[in-house]
């Protein structure tokens, strides 16, 4: 049996299971994108946005809020009315005190509090 007798013999039964390839992969583009990923959970934050506030000396302390990314630079008018040690037990994972601002390295859930009010 040569090659072009195969083919006149199977082709239908080819150009089929091409087609049905072709249709599987085209599905599974359009639904893979489309399933809930495993470590997408949403997390109720464990502390507010008012707690934060609070905890940064008052909204008439803060003078300006920026959000980029996980870093939150916060402008204060005093430093000295933050409380660091007691962020870090709500989300904060680390505090970059500098002259005129503090940057705050936080974690996801913090960061989506603030994705507002930036």
């Given at each position: 049996m040569?090659?072009?007798e195969f083919l006149q013999q199977y082709g239908v039964y080819l150009a089929f299971v091409?087609?049905?390839?072709i249709v599987f992969l085209i599905i599974l583009i359009l639904v893979i994108p489309r399933l809930p990923k495993k470590g997408t959970k949403s997390v109720e934050p464990s502390i507010s946005k008012l707690e934060i506030i609070t905890?940064?000396?008052g909204?008439?302390?803060i003078?300006?809020?920026?959000?980029?990314g996980s870093r939150l630079t916060v402008s204060l008018a005093d430093k000295s009315l933050a409380n660091i040690e007691e962020l870090k037990k709500h989300g904060v994972d680390r505090v970059i005190?500098?002259?005129a601002k503090l940057v705050l390295l936080v974690n996801k859930e913090?960061?989506?509090?603030f994705d507002e009010l930036a």
């Open positions: 040569t090659f072009s091409v087609f049905l390839a905890l940064l000396g909204e008439d302390n003078k300006e809020i920026a959000l980029r005190v500098m002259q913090v960061a989506s509090l």
